[in-house]
Every structure is written in C-alpha cells, then in structure tokens.
C-alpha cells in the first residue's frame, strides 16, 4: 500500500469495494484527524469494505486538532489522533452533547529524518534536536555548522507537521519541553506526504513525522538515530516495542462517538479495527507497532461497555503500559 496516493481533497473516499469500484451507498463512515493514523485506518477500511460493500468510509488527514474540532461539532463518526485529546476538545464535545470512546491502536516512533545526501546527522541528541526547533532559534540557527561542531557549513531547511497536528503537539513537549512551542521559521504541511517531499528533495534538508512515512520513503530519506540520554537508538517497530526508543515512541488512537457506535455499520467497523489479529497484521503492514494482543483486547472490551472518557484527564501517564492506561479511570 502505497501512502503517496494519499488524497486529492481534504476528505477522499478509500472505500473501494472487491471489484476496485468507489461505493456511495446511504450508509457512510466519516473519519478525520491525524495524517500519522490515516495509513492504519486508510488499510482497515479497504479490509472492512471487502466484506461491507454497502458501506462507504471516507477519511480525511485534516490533523488531530483538526479532526477533533468536526468530532466534537457531530460532524465525523470517529476522530483519527496521534495524541490524547485535550481539555478544550473535551469542553467543545461536552457543550455539544458528544460522548466518546478512547481507543489505542497501535505505537509510533516519531521519526527524524534528513536528506538522501545528508551523511553527517546520523544520530541527533534532544538537547541538538531543541537548539534546532526551540523559538530562541528563529532566524539564528540556519545553518547545520551552528548545530553542532564539525557537521559542514550548508543550509538547515526545516519541515515539520502544522500545528493542528498531534504529531507537532507531542514532538515540541518531547523536544523543546512546552507544547506548541517552537520557531516560526519552518515549512509546515498537515500533509506528511508533502513532508516527505520536501526533505527529500532539499539536500540541508530536516524534519519529523511518523515511522511509516519514513519505513515507505527509505529510498529517498534517512531516519536519524535519537540520543535520549542512553545513546544512540534507530526509530523502528522493535526499539519502539522493546521502549529502547525513547523518548519519541507514542500510543495512536482513535475516538469513537458513542452515538455513532448505536450504528450497526459503525459498531461493526470499530470491532473490525479492534480485531488483535487483524490489527497486529495490519498496523505492522502499514509500518507502525501493534499494541499487545491483550491490549487489543481490553479495548475490544472497553468499546463493547461503551467505557466514555479519556484515561489522560488526570494523574500521571508517562511511561504508563497500554494495559494500565485502558483500565485506567476515566474522565470525560
């Protein structure tokens, strides 16, 4: 599966029925969110649409802040997240009557890439990685020679996730230590695909986004090794499994409206996504890390009990297992 075909609009149809023909029947499945989730649900959908040729699931990558927004408005079914959703999302669904169901996934290694050419950042440190991106380096850090001692004098071209990804959320509190904190300086796309042409086709080239959209543009892109205080670790399904990547590993979710899973379409679909071995299969085929079976399981459970909230309202998550977060209490 290629995800360079990614869309032509900001919502495209990716339910295509056996015979390889777009469906528009009545029964529709609107999902919008995170670019980094897209593959995983873009790979569940055309499975599900195999056996549910009359339902027609559409999904978008208008980013996690931007698929919240239409989620908590009523206006998708479910809301594909690269990052827990936050208090003013969980306010605007609360004031809107939406109630909702946390599901985890699959993991990322959240992915800093160079390009092709690059051959002197093959392991970056946070502390580096923060001198690059933190605001104080707008219009000061512009060149790799000021990044680090040795490294030659050529142009750092930046590109990164905009700032209505969860991708951009999660990186700027892992790297610069406050979310949405960051220089203004940068080539910001909610598109990863755009991302990835960028940085390969700018030789100073820097950005970041999820593994895989790296693992799929090898040939075209390097995947720098990150120093998280243990030495030197490559991003990839077994660092981010073992916890050895650190400290850009992450949960992926997605967020099921409870009155949209009273539909037998929609219900059949998030138990679709939620099949351990459907999932184990088909997040690792798209690149990605697939939770433990039991966790796959636990969700299942949580899905058919309706268990609404978020396990992230409150209390301590960080290093938290996927099994301890979904018995977690939730808040809503």
């Not at 599966?1 to 529709?28: C, F, K």
């Not at 980094?36 to 055309?46: G, N, S």
């Not at 980013?63 to 959703?85: H, L, V």
């Not at 100073?204 to 790296?214: K, P, Q, R, T, V």
Request: glycine share 10%.
């Amino acid at each position: 599966m290629s995800h360079r075909r990614i869309l032509v609009g900001p919502i495209a149809a990716v339910a295509i029925n056996a015979l390889g023909a777009t469906t528009y029947a009545a029964d529709r499945i609107a999902i919008d969110g995170s670019s980094t989730v897209f593959p995983i649900t873009e790979a569940m959908a055309e499975e599900f649409q195999k056996a549910h040729g009359d339902v027609h699931v559409t999904a978008g990558i208008a980013g996690t802040g931007g698929g919240f927004e239409k989620f908590c408005r009523g206006e998708i079914a479910i809301s594909d997240a690269s990052r827990p959703i936050e208090e003013d999302e969980r306010a605007m669904c609360q004031k809107n009557g939406i109630d909702y169901i946390e599901l985890p996934v699959a993991l990322d290694a959240l992915t800093v890439v160079v390009n092709a050419q690059n051959n002197w950042a093959q392991c970056m440190t946070i502390a580096a990685l923060k001198k690059i991106w933190e605001p104080a380096a707008q219009g000061k850090i512009t060149n790799w020679s000021q990044v680090r001692q040795g490294w030659p004098d050529e142009q750092l071209v930046l590109y990164g996730p905009g700032a209505d990804s969860g991708t951009f959320d999660y990186f700027t509190e892992a790297v610069v230590g406050e979310e949405g904190a960051i220089r203004g300086d940068f080539n910001p796309s909610e598109d990863d695909n755009v991302l990835v042409q960028g940085v390969s086709r700018t030789p100073g080239a820097l950005g970041y986004f999820g593994l895989a959209y790296s693992t799929e543009n090898k040939d075209i892109l390097k995947a720098v090794a990150i120093d998280g205080g243990n030495g030197c670790v490559k991003p990839s399904v077994a660092t981010a499994k073992s916890g050895e990547y650190q400290p850009l590993s992450r949960p992926l979710f997605i967020y099921v409206s409870k009155t949209a899973a009273e539909k037998a379409y929609v219900r059949e679909f998030a138990e679709f996504y939620l099949n351990a071995k459907r999932a184990s299969k088909l997040v690792a085929q798209v690149g990605y890390v697939p939770l433990p079976t039991n966790a796959y399981q636990m969700a299942m459970q949580n899905f058919t009990h309706r268990e609404l909230g978020t396990a992230f309202a409150s209390g301590e998550t960080v290093g938290m297992s996927i099994e301890d977060l979904l018995k977690k209490e939730k808040v809503h």
